[in-house]
């Protein structure tokens, strides 16, 4: 089956850096679009960072300047790169991937498909 795996999350003080890995099994990662998301309890999810098959990167607003993604398709994993975290970075994060569609040879959106379990990051002043 496939699986998304995510670590590095933690708690850090403003100012500090994190990195996020996702590890997938059960696919080749980057066929498709992958990318992270995060969530706050009573809050709609939020993009933070997506990556194409050809390493084309879009970062959402809130965190340009400050994050990126990047990959290692050796090791079928993404990264998230977070940089200066600030208390409103405090979220769950979420690795997601599209999911093929033979019939078409296509993808799925980046949230339209699979999910990792979510990774805890929480900053604090």
């Known amino acids: 089956q496939v699986q998304l795996e995510e670590a590095g999350g933690g708690s850090v003080q403003a100012g500090e850096n994190l990195r996020l890995s996702c590890v997938a099994s059960?696919?080749?990662?980057?066929?498709?679009?992958r990318g992270w998301f995060r969530q706050v309890p009573g809050k709609e999810r939020e993009l933070v960072a997506t990556?194409?098959?050809?390493?084309?990167?879009v970062l959402g607003d809130s965190v340009k300047g400050r994050f990126s993604i990047s990959e290692d398709s050796e090791k079928n994993t993404i990264y998230l790169q977070m940089n200066n975290l600030q208390t409103e970075d405090t979220a769950v994060y979420y690795c997601?991937?599209?999911?093929?569609?033979?019939?078409?040879?296509?993808?799925?959106?980046?949230?339209?498909?699979?999910w990792g379990q979510g990774t805890q990051v929480t900053v604090s002043t």
């Open positions: 990556i194409t098959r050809d390493r084309r990167t």
């Open positions: 997601a991937a599209g999911r093929r569609k033979a019939s078409q040879g296509r993808c799925t959106a980046v949230d339209d498909g699979y």
């Open positions: 059960g696919l080749v990662f980057n066929r498709c679009g």
